[in-house]
């Protein structure tokens, strides 16, 4: 079973529609969780993190955490073209006294598509 | 966030060869990460490098194949020693400051 799973894609939708990328873990001591977004030819870029359950929001991206579900999600709402990139779900585990770990686990990402 | 800046961004090497990877990141971090990610995957932690120790490495990587050193807070090299075409990878420095930040990638071809 992989430690991350998101859900298989390539997801398409059309402009201004929600898009919606799901990830689940199997280490149920996880804290920290991140979405990046990956284009072609380029590394990987933060676009949210999310520690404790519930949504966190920033613009048009929500993230959504489910500790008890080991699941958390990405929406991206009023999609456009240029939102159209590998999705990547990462978790790393903290120790008590909040010091990373640092060791991120990466899911095999999910390629969306923004059509117009 | 972090800046950090890796180089070079790319190489095309002769198989048997060695390449060394440098990471420069803009201020002291404690901990420094290599991730490599070969075509069409995702990213997968080759080792953790903390300054002044060795590094930690992940099952599946061992030191003679990649090793890295860590001289000060702001810099590592991941070396890839021996090169094989299995070897053509996206390899990326990462720092940590409560986020995961990515350098710019050094995409290695191995022919």
């Known amino acids: 079973q992989k430690e991350v799973e998101q859900n298989s894609g390539p997801l398409s939708v059309p402009e201004g529609a929600i898009a919606s990328l799901n990830c689940t873990y199997s280490?149920?001591?996880?804290?920290?969780f991140f979405w990046y977004r990956q284009y072609s030819g380029k590394s990987p870029e933060l676009i949210m993190s999310?520690?404790?359950?519930g949504d966190k929001e920033d613009g048009r991206f929500t993230a959504q955490l489910n500790k008890a579900s080991q699941y958390v999600s990405l929406l991206i709402r009023d999609s456009q073209p240029s939102d159209s990139a590998t999705y990547l779900c990462?978790?790393?585990?903290?120790?008590?006294?909040?010091?990373?770990?640092?060791?991120?686990?990466f899911g095999q990402g999910t390629i969306l598509t923004v059509h117009p | 966030s972090a800046v950090i800046s890796q180089k070079p961004s790319r190489d095309i090497c002769q198989r048997g060869t060695s390449l060394t990877i440098q990471c420069q990141v803009d201020?002291?971090?404690?901990?420094m990460f290599w991730y490599r990610q070969q075509p069409g995957q995702s990213l997968t932690l080759i080792a953790t490098?903390?300054?002044?120790?060795?590094?930690?490495?992940e099952s599946g990587f061992v030191i003679d194949k990649f090793p890295i050193s860590r001289p000060n807070l702001t810099f590592s090299t991941l070396t890839v020693s021996n090169m094989s075409p299995e070897d053509s990878s996206i390899y990326l420095c990462?720092?940590?400051?409560?986020?995961?930040?990515f350098g710019q990638g050094t995409r290695l071809t191995v022919v």
């Open positions: 999310i520690y404790s359950n």
């Open positions: 280490d149920r001591g996880s804290q920290s």
């Open positions: 201020s002291q971090v404690t901990m």
């Open positions: 990462s720092v940590d400051r409560t986020e995961a930040f």
């Open positions: 490098a903390n300054q002044g120790s060795e590094a930690t490495y």
């Open positions: 990462a978790v790393n585990t903290r120790n008590a006294g909040g010091t990373s770990y640092g060791k991120l686990t």
